[in-house]
């Protein structure tokens, strides 16, 4: 068993950490306090990044992220910059027992989806001038950007303008593919080769309240990740030569609380069979995730990225535990199509997950050593 030299590597991770309290300051004084301009919010941005590049690094990542330090949310803050999209704010509610809970945003596509500018070039363009400022070998910057299923599952086809789409298929899937084809050639003109596409959705529709929250929008629970499969392979089919492209399915992950549990059984074959992706970052964090038996659909020149390591509480995994359960998971998928990292990001959302920053090193450290006992 080898180390990969392509990503997704042996030990890798989903892209977000925890934003330093002088960029959640700052945040605060542009967007809030509007005390100083977009340029000097950057330049603070810029120090983050170049800090969290050197932290990434030095644990020995080799896929590096700029920790999405220039986002307040995943998804919105890309989505919005796509033509034809309007998005809304979401809203926290406070749950009976104190915690709280994030309201998904309404999405709304009110017009023709189309690419009207580079969306991440001059974030990844800054990312990759830093991780080559470490003159080290091996690095891949990453660039994370949220799954076009986004702007179907929220809203369904009340979502969807009818005047702009009377029938989605086969034009809106089309449009939207080729809006994300033209960002993806953006990146990958720009020196990128690791792209990943976070998607909540084929997660949610592992979870029986999702799945009837669907039935109720008009929606076949077992017919939709199909057609996901479907629409993300027409992105695919956009992907540039040499291009990673990545999909993490995430089951929620505000301030260290979650949205959907369930077995990944209803979405696997769809999943990692039927979608021509080149990997799959799954949340195996704890039993919410269920078994796994559904890896028994992964084809050959795919590679799950098992998310072992919860990124929501301090709490530390073992080395022991974690090659137990990778011993587990290649009962039904050829260890080497299988890799290590966390289970999400540390920080989806700017507010970040109830954890300490310390115990956010502690837990890349024990994936990457993890990954280097268990496949060199």
Known sequence: MTARTTPPFRADHVGSFLRPKYLLDAREQFFVKKEITAEQLRAVEDKAITEIVKFQQDIGLQSITDGEFRRTYFHIDFLDQLGGVKTDIPVTIKKPDGTEELAPPAMRVVDKVRHVKDIQRADFEFLKRQVASFGKEGLSPKVTIPSPTMLHFRGGRAGISKVAYPELDPEFYDDVAKAYGEELMSLYNAGCRYVQMDDTNMAYLCDEKMREAARQRG???????????????????????????????????????????????PVAEALLSEMKLDAFFMEYDDERSGDFRPLRFLTKGKVVVLGLVTTKFDQMETKDALKRRIDEAAQYAPLDQLALSPQCGFSSTVHGNNIAVEAQRNKLRLVVETAAEVWG
Do not use: Q, W
Not at 234 to 260: D, E, I, Q, W, Y
């Open 219 to 265: 929606d076949d629970p077992n017919e939709l990740p199909h057609r996901y499969a479907t629409f993300i392979n027409k992105v695919v089919a956009r992907k540039p030569p040499g291009m990673t492209l990545a999909m993490h399915l995430c089951r929620g992950n505000f301030k260290s609380t979650h949205a959907a549990v369930g077995n990944y059984e």
